[in-house]
């Protein structure tokens, strides 16, 4: 069947420092890909997407590569600040179910200043 | 403009009781989706709404569970008899359509307790 694997969290890092947190899927097909977030107190909003192999998404500095010889999606960031602190959830959506995200277990992340 | 609501925000409630959970929708969104998120766990699919009808309900985990959406905008969820193992995060989506990468708006969740 579909599913996502992230890396446990918690992750703690200092302010400045580059972030990585890998995920994996497997999936039959060519599934769409995302990167959810959620702030303290906040609901669940979308930070990236990517909807083919090799396609990159972005926003607010962070990235992913939608990898699928590696069937990963490895969440990146060059600089985190301390707002970036929050909890990091991988998604797919199958092809045959396109409304159907499959969510991973998230990874919390604390940012030290 | 308003996002995704959810009310109550928390529901504490006896073991066999009833219950429902609210949610307004982002005006327009004719797609809704309700996920149970448990502690530790990401959200997991309950039930999918394309206007008024439930379009896949594959994800309730029983008949205890049962979801209306009327008009095609405020959706309830209902729970029977509830079970301490229902105890969760119940979280409502919406989207503009029905393709797999038009993103959720999510509310910010139910915190349901069963005591």
């Known amino acids: 069947g579909n599913s996502v694997t992230q890396m446990e969290g918690p992750v703690t890092l200092s302010e400045e420092a580059f972030l990585t947190i890998n995920c994996t899927y497997t999936?039959?097909?060519?599934?769409?890909l995302f990167w959810y977030v959620q702030y303290p107190g906040e609901g669940l909003q979308l930070l990236l997407k990517?909807?083919?192999?090799?396609d990159k998404g972005s926003n607010k500095g962070f990235e992913a590569t939608y990898r699928k010889e590696t069937t990963s999606f490895h969440l990146e960031k060059g600089s985190v600040q301390v707002s970036d602190s929050a909890v990091y959830f991988c998604?797919?959506?199958?092809?045959?179910?396109?409304?159907?995200?499959?969510f991973g277990t998230g990874t919390r992340l604390k940012v030290l200043a | 403009g308003a996002g995704v609501s959810q009310t109550p925000s928390n529901k504490v409630t006896e073991k066999g009781k009833y219950v429902e959970l609210r949610c307004d929708p982002i005006?327009?969104?004719?797609?809704l989706y309700w996920y149970r998120q448990s502690l530790g766990q990401g959200p997991e699919f309950l039930i999918y709404?394309?206007?008024?009808?439930?379009?896949?309900d594959s994800g309730l985990p029983n008949d205890r569970f049962f979801a209306v959406r009327p008009e095609g905008s405020v959706s309830t969820l209902k729970i029977q008899r509830t079970e301490r193992g229902d105890s969760a995060v119940y979280l409502c989506?919406?989207?503009?359509?029905?393709?797999?990468?038009?993103?959720?708006?999510f509310g910010n969740g139910t915190r349901l307790t069963v005591t």
């Open positions: 989506a919406s989207s503009p359509g029905q393709l797999g990468n038009s993103p959720l708006h």
């Open positions: 999936a039959t097909g060519y599934p769409s």
């Open positions: 709404f394309q206007g008024t009808g439930a379009a896949d």
């Open positions: 990517a909807t083919k192999a090799d």
């Open positions: 998604a797919l959506t199958p092809p045959s179910g396109t409304y159907k995200y499959i």
């Open positions: 005006s327009g969104h004719t797609a």
